[in-house]
């Protein structure tokens, strides 16, 4: 098999190919990225012939999605273009961005699937305690206010991409291998799904655990529409009389509503030490689309933004775990950025890997420093510490898709510069076991297994 | 940023510009750069350096300013007006025989006197030097319509959605004009003929860039009025509707509008006057997609002010012409614009009034406007904060000279930031003369007293932003006197600062006192959030008047306060009773504006670019209600193609009906009652009747 990892932003997308050519596109990052690093690889594509066979969108967060949503807009651009030249308009401009490829499959969870019938009023609600929250003088809430506005979008986005996918649009097929449904863990587990010579095995989301995602939100949505309403109604009572102090509790609640405003958050905002806090982890995130890829003997592990507990879970229920519960894969895209949420250090013993690929640019301070720090020591740290995999003492590289040097946000820069330090510090003291890369320049590097 | 006072390129030419011209104007590209992204009637040229250049400062990198840090933020005197930043202006003249293409540089179009011209700022000086120019002033600001959209499931509206549809004729022969914003569903079932074909004859986008989809309009001979956006033709869209299937495409992606927002408002304006479930179901349909681009790079190099409305009423008007022309019977035409302007006299005596009073002027044309949804000055309901939309108005009286009245005026902050320019337009009788001071919020320090015929411009406060008075006597199309504040945010490249929240104190002193009375309006910003400036939210926000100020009339839409328009106020029909959001009359003069008002709460019409599964919205705003006029006023012209706009006002003033409780007097929520359109087409009908009495006894 062979893996292309492309620069995406703070996100992910990857380009998975086949011994027989078969291809996923496995999100898409942001449409900024999609553009600059994504789009010419998949025009040569196009070029010569080729197909995508399958667009996987691991779960509908921007930084996943929109990538996925750019690459139908520019097949759409150029479908709209052929048919004004042909139809009266010579002088109709040419996209600017190259034609992707014809694309067989998409498979992607829609949130108002997953959600049913209240999709809607969530994400109105999320909008409205958004804007609240984003007055807050706490910087603590005023960040989960712009989590929640990211949410926003990516649910309208997710709406965006299924409208575009859709029969009356273009047409693409959507899920086949679960008959157009959620793609989810089937009990007992299903056949795994056929591509070329490629097995992939459902590893995540579990039917039960989106069960409890959708309760999760409904009880959200029971408990905090009367709470945002006392909030709004509260402020607009002493509106009436008016005087500044009075419009600022309008539009921003005081601070001794904290309280209030921590219940409107479908999260856990209290801040955690451990690694692999699950609680942390967004409902959206916890709904990733996971599997493991088989090869002709290679394995490959695609985790989006899930959490360890899953992972480990969905790999048990399809037997690929030995007798100690360990796993050793070829490659292992590290889940959700590298985030200090989504892994612990037990994890890292039972899941080990050739190659480890760690999408995120600095943003959100992912990679982070502990959780590189955590696979290190699974590998190369005190015996305590280290993995019992019979593969576990094999040289193994961590790869990036960003550097200090591409990366463009200044504190960003800073956290990929602590990367790139630690990863050497770890190198050095590796006995040679532990290489790195990072993309310094151009879109992309490629793993072949 | 300039520091005023000192540099002052555009001096001596004061008085023939309208203040805020003058202001934009002593400002370098830079700050006309970031300007532009907020200011309706200033856009930087295809070129400009500025444009593409200065950042937008926005994001969690951006850094508001510290006090200490002013200081870097200064620059030097300003040698001349830039010459890559264009205003979007009317130009009156003396003479409107004067005429020919290129007179004055940007020239557009002409109507009697008045000259719509996008003008580079550096040429403003040679414009004022023209002895046959009266007065130079920018477009007015439209402001985003903002109807309630409901978020209630709603299916297929009956076909007779009107009570007494079922007896009215069907509008066949009339044309309705519709411009507005967010796109027009051309494909959507409410417009399609029994042959699936769309009754849409035309689309003008005016944000179309070249080649982005099809080419411009064609202008009227020695003009370029309409040389820009693109024009979509009934074959265009009915070729797109044909090919849609066989290219898995919606008909309205393979003829792109600029926007074609899910549950758009054009596309619910149009479906109320002239669906087939609409007051007009057999009347030909035009729209006019006024720009409002998504991106703040779009918005530095576009304009969306009152000369767009001047033009896309001579284009709908041009269209009628045409199509009579060719189907060899005249064609009239019923336009509607549910969007709205703030500034100005609420007279009648803006430019774009007078262009559209003009061109109503002829018979077979008539235009109804939303009254506008500033009609709300507390909360209706839990949760319910409408009425930041409703206070725009204070008015007052001084009752003799050597006393003062403070109008408090609101800008909210505290961790959000407001990087609009906000304007407060007082306006008084031309007897009186008035000084006027200002005080910031938590200040105890007044600026002024600025008297009659002086100014400040640009004077920058300490704590970094910028603070415009200008004391005006006489305006020159309607002779009153006028007094303008602008604050505007410090928007320099080394950082920005909000406009300072709170109170801001407005006193007005009687230098002389014969009348007293005054009128102020906010020049309404929507509001609008527009990212982070590090770790505040930055806001384009309404600034409003506290309750102490507010006075609750006189909120109509000054666009609604023309002469020749049809101003429509919002009927909650089920109740019988004005809804509380529609903005109240009268007019700055006394005039009864709302006219009439009609069906505009809940409605249930077309939801655009939805899917062919989500076909229905419901909206509430006088939005909503002036489609409903402008449906009938089509209805009346199809019986009748000869009648004049005012002919029109009259018939529907003369029919309209009472709410309960009410008379026949003019009030200043309902106008004149609630139309009846039945009754208005039976009296047009009437309008040539005559009998000749002479020789009975």
């Not at chain 2, 309901?381 to 725009?392: K, Q």
Request: proline residues 6%; aromatic residues 6%.
């Amino acid at each position: 098999m062979k893996l292309t990892v492309f620069q995406s932003d703070k996100g992910d997308c990857m380009l998975l190919e086949g011994g027989d050519g078969r291809r996923v596109l496995v999100d898409g990052g942001m449409r900024e990225s999609y553009s600059e690093h994504v789009a010419p690889a998949l025009g040569k594509l196009r070029a010569k012939g080729a197909a995508i066979d399958v667009v996987y969108v691991s779960h509908i967060d921007q930084d996943h999605i929109s990538g996925v949503l750019q690459m139908m807009d520019d097949e759409v651009d150029w479908r709209v273009h052929d048919y004004q030249v042909k139809h009266g308009n010579p002088k109709h401009k040419k996209p600017g961005a190259p034609r992707p490829p014809k694309v067989k499959h998409i498979w992607h969870n829609a949130f108002h699937e997953q959600l049913k019938r209240n999709a809607g009023e969530v994400g109105d609600m999320l909008a409205a305690s958004a804007a609240i929250l984003s007055g807050s003088d706490v910087g603590e809430v005023r960040g989960l206010a712009s989590s929640q506005a990211d949410l926003v979008t990516s649910i309208a986005e997710a709406i965006q991409l299924s409208r575009r996918v859709s029969p009356d649009q273009l047409g693409i097929k959507l899920n086949h291998p679960a008959g157009g449904r959620l793609m989810m863990v089937r009990d007992p587990p299903g056949a795994p799904v056929k591509l070329g010579g490629m097995r992939l095995h459902v590893i995540g989301p579990f039917e039960e655990d989106l069960a409890e995602l959708r309760k999760q939100w409904n009880e959200w949505l029971r408990d905090n529409k009367e709470r945002l309403k006392k909030i709004q109604a509260t402020a607009d009572d002493e509106a009436g009389t008016f005087s500044v102090r009075e419009i600022d509790d309008l539009l921003l609640p005081k601070l001794g509503q904290a309280k209030e405003l921590e219940a409107l958050l479908p999260l856990d905002s209290k801040p955690v030490k451990k690694l692999g806090a699950r609680k942390k982890v967004t409902v959206p995130n916890l709904a990733s689309l996971m599997f493991l890829v088989e090869e002709r003997g290679k394995t490959l592990l695609l985790t989006g933004d899930g959490h360890h507990k899953d992972i480990l879970k969905g790999l048990a229920h399809v037997g690929k775990l030995d007798a100690a519960g360990g796993i050793h894969v070829n490659v292992l895209k590290v889940q959700h950025h590298g985030s200090e949420h989504n892994l612990d250090l037990p994890f890292c013993q039972k899941v080990t890997a050739d190659h480890y690929v760690f999408c995120g640019n600095g943003e959100h301070e992912n990679p982070d420093l502990d959780v590189i720090q955590a696979i290190a020591d699974s590998r190369i740290g005190k015996p305590n510490q280290l993995s019992s995999n019979a593969q576990a003492g094999n040289p193994f590289k961590f790869w990036f898709n960003s550097s200090r040097a591409v990366t463009p946000k200044k504190e960003a820069k800073a956290h990929m510069t602590k990367v790139t330090n630690l990863v050497n510090k770890l190198a050095a003291k590796s006995g040679g076991r532990l290489k790195s890369h990072f993309i310094e320049a151009g879109p992309s590097f490629v793993i072949k297994v | 940023m300039p520091r005023g006072k000192r540099s002052r390129p555009l001096g001596n030419e004061f008085r023939k510009f309208q203040p805020k011209l003058r202001m934009f104007a002593n400002c370098d590209s830079k700050v006309n750069a970031l300007r532009a992204e907020h200011a309706a009637a200033v856009a930087m040229t295809e070129t400009s350096q500025a444009a593409k250049n200065v950042p937008i400062m926005r994001g969690d990198d951006a850094v508001p300013l510290k006090r200490g840090e002013l200081g870097k933020t200064r620059v030097g005197r300003l040698k001349s007006t830039p010459s890559d930043v264009l205003a979007s202006v009317f130009i009156e003249t003396l003479d409107a025989s004067v005429k020919g293409r290129g007179r004055f540089p940007g020239q557009r179009a002409q109507k009697g006197n008045l000259i719509t011209a996008r003008v580079p700022l550096s040429q403003l000086k040679k414009i004022a030097a023209d002895e046959n120019v009266l007065h130079v002033e920018l477009g007015d600001p439209l402001t985003d319509p903002n109807p309630v959209v409901l978020a209630d499931k709603v299916s297929e509206p009956p076909r007779l959605r009107f009570k007494d549809a079922a007896n009215l004729p069907d509008g066949e022969g009339a044309l309705i004009g519709i411009i507005d914003v967010q796109g027009f569903d051309f494909s959507h079932p409410d417009f399609l003929d029994a042959n699936g074909k769309t009754r849409f004859v035309r689309i003008w986008d005016q944000g179309a860039t070249k080649g982005s989809s099809r080419p411009h309009p064609k202008s009227p001979p020695g003009t370029t009025q309409f040389d820009y956006g693109a024009e979509f033709r009934q074959e265009h869209l009915n070729a797109a509707i044909a090919n849609s299937p066989r290219l898995g495409l919606p008909p309205y992606e393979l003829e792109r509008q600029t926007q074609m927002v899910p549950g758009s408002h054009a596309t619910h304006v149009a479906s109320i006057a002239a669906g087939n479930r609409g007051v007009a179901p057999k009347a030909m349909i035009a729209g006019v997609l006024v720009s409002l681009p998504p991106g703040d790079l779009d918005i530095r190099r576009s304009f969306y002010d009152s000369t767009r409305i001047a033009d896309a009423v001579d284009y709908l008007i041009g269209l009628a012409r045409e199509l009579s022309e060719k189907r060899r019977k005249p064609v009239p035409l019923s336009i509607n614009v549910s969007l709205g302007t703030n500034g100005h006299a609420h007279d009648g005596s803006s430019a774009v009034s007078r262009w559209i009073d003009s061109a109503m002027s002829v018979p077979g044309r008539c235009i109804c406007v939303a009254a506008g949804n500033a009609g709300q000055e507390a909360a209706q309901f839990e949760g319910d904060s409408g009425w930041v939309m409703g206070r725009i108005h204070t008015s007052g009286q001084i009752p003799a000279r050597g006393l003062v009245k403070d109008i408090e005026w609101i800008v909210v902050g505290n961790g959000l930031m407001d990087l609009s320019e906000n304007e407060l337009e007082i306006w008084y009788s031309p007897q009186d003369r008035f000084a006027v001071q200002v005080r910031p919020p938590d200040s105890d320090e007044w600026i002024g007293p600025i008297e009659p015929r002086e100014f400040i411009e640009n004077r920058q406060l300490r704590d970094g932003s910028f603070l415009s008075i200008y004391n005006e006597l006489y305006h020159p199309s309607n002779g009153a006197n006028y007094i303008s504040i602008y604050l505007a945010p410090l928007l320099s490249e080394q950082g920005i600062v909000g406009i300072p929240a709170g109170r801001w104190t407005v006193r007005l002193i009687g230098d002389e006192v014969r009348d007293g009375r005054y009128h102020g309006w906010i020049e309404r910003d929507d509001s609008r959030p527009l990212g982070r400036v590090g770790p505040k939210e930055a806001w384009r926000f309404p600034s409003f008047f506290s309750t102490a100020s507010n006075v609750d009339d006189s909120s109509v839409s000054s666009l609604a306060c023309g002469n020749r328009v049809i101003s429509v106020a919002n009927l909650d029909e089920p109740f019988e009773r004005i809804n509380v959001t529609s903005s109240q009359g009268p007019t700055r003069d006394n005039r009864n504006k709302p006219d009439t008002a009609a069906p505009g709460t809940n409605i249930v019409a077309a939801k655009g670019f939805a899917g062919p599964k989500d076909l229905w919205v419901k909206m509430t705003g006088t939005s909503m209600a002036s489609p409903f006029v402008a449906g009938v006023a089509a209805l009346m012209l199809a019986a009748e193609p000869k009648l004049t706009a005012a002919q029109i006002e009259g018939i529907i003033v003369r029919t309209a009906r009472p709410l309960p409780g009410g008379g026949f007097n003019w009030h200043n929520g309902a106008g004149f009652g609630r139309i009846d359109p039945a009754a208005c087409i039976a009296e047009a009908k009437l309008i040539h009747e005559r009998k000749d009495r002479t020789g009975r006894r």
